[in-house]
Nanobody, 117 residues
Framework: QVQLVESGGGLVQPGGSLRLSCLAS????????MAWYRQAPGQQRELVAI???????SYVVDVKGRFTISRDNAKNTVFLQMNSLKPEDTAVYYC???????????WGQGTQVTVSS
């Protein structure tokens, strides 16, 4: 069973930057689409960014131009670079892998991002 481990969250001031990492326990990027979701207190979990197995990218409107999803195939790691952070970006951020063959999903444990002065 593949495991995902996120890191890189923390407290940052508005306008600041953070880079989240998601380490997969083995090489999966040819089998899975990778995504970042977030869940703010009292809110539903929402999709933030997707990178397909072929490398296509997609972002939710709220983060377009500020966030960038990328991956390092050799390190089995997906990143989410977050710039120009706003208080409304505060949430627990989750890494997600969805298998192409059967749409089976794997979630990481989440990492807290807090944007506050």
């Amino acid at each position: 069973q593949v495991q995902l481990v996120e890191s890189g969250g923390g407290l940052v001031q508005p306008g600041g930057s953070l880079r989240l990492s998601c380490l997969a326990s083995r090489s999966i990027f040819t089998e899975y689409n990778m995504a970042w979701y977030r869940q703010a207190p009292g809110q539903q979990r929402e999709l933030v960014a997707i990178m397909t197995s072929s490398g296509s990218l997609s972002y939710v409107v709220d983060v377009k131009g500020r966030f960038t999803i990328s991956r390092d195939n050799a390190k089995n790691t997906v990143f989410l670079q977050m710039n120009s952070l706003k208080p409304e970006d505060t949430a627990v951020y989750y890494c997600n892998a969805r298998r192409l063959a059967d749409r089976d999903q794997i979630w990481g444990q989440g990492t807290q991002v807090t944007v506050s002065s």
